[in-house]
């Protein structure tokens, strides 16, 4: 497995060129678990079903047959209103600045920091979240035991280990740093773009993606279920 680029965090894109997609509902099967973490760690806004733009759903289900048998994805989170962006902002903020001892900066480093971590809820649907344009995904994988791979970090924990290369400067555990590759590997063949910052964050299609892939964007923000119809 190649190791893991260390590559920068995603500047403001405004490149796009949007396209008709609808977004489609991801269900548990032999390729892929749901099981949705927003609803688990009891957020007022918390998505219980998992929606994806449907090229996503396809490229998926690609990366899926490239898993060895028995191995499958485990989906933890993937389209989300605004409304919870906007609650996880509220709500990360305070443990991020107290995590990285930020309370000195100047406001535009916190929120420089801040952003590594949780988008900042931007209602402009040309420039938006990306996890709210359906385009984004959280995602793991679990052993054939049914077993999470060990990652090194909780998802959504604050620190420098949830950076993604985090491991390829560290010999502390080489099992830790195969199991990213083996993550990395799978997603970005498929044509993944990953989040430097998250090892479980991977794009297609949004801004993210757009930045790295030196393409327009392709999907906007889709901000309540209300907004699907319209797609």
């Known amino acids: 497995m190649r190791p893991i680029p260390d590559v920068r965090e995603p500047e403001v894109y405004r490149d796009h060129d949007f396209t008709g997609s609808e977004l489609v509902k991801l269900e548990s099967d032999d390729l892929i678990d749901v099981c949705m ?8 806004n918390a998505e ?41 902002y509220e709500d990360y903020s305070t443990d991020i600045i107290r995590q ?16 590594n971590f949780v988008s900042e809820p931007v209602f402009d649907r040309d420039l938006p979240p990306v ?7 959280d995602i793991t994988i679990l052993d054939p035991d049914g077993r999470e791979l060990e990652m090194g970090s909780g998802f959504d924990e604050f620190s420098h280990r949830t950076y993604t290369s985090f491991y390829e400067q560290s010999s502390d555990d080489e099992k830790i740093r195969d199991n990213r590759r ?9 044509g993944f773009t990953n989040l430097p910052s998250e090892w479980w964050h991977y794009d297609y299609g949004d801004r993210f993606w757009a930045y ?14 209300d907004d699907f119809s319209s797609l």
């Not at 996890?131 to 995904?137: E, I, K, L, S, Y």
């Open 100 to 115: 990285f001892s930020l309370e000195d900066k100047s406001e535009e480093e916190r929120n420089a920091i801040i952003r």
């Open 182 to 190: 083996f993550l990395y590997s799978i997603m970005t063949d498929a």
């Open 131 to 137: 996890h709210t344009t359906g385009g984004a995904v």
């Open 37 to 44: 973490q927003y609803p688990i760690l009891g957020m007022d």
């Open 48 to 88: 219980n079903e998992c929606f994806v733009r449907k090229e996503v759903k396809k490229l998926l289900i690609k990366a899926a047959h490239n898993l060895p048998k028995g191995y499958r994805f485990r989906m933890l989170d993937a389209w989300r209103p605004f409304a919870l962006q906007q609650e996880l």
């Open 212 to 225: 790295y892939m030196k393409k327009p964007a392709i999907y906007k923000g889709v901000f309540t279920r």
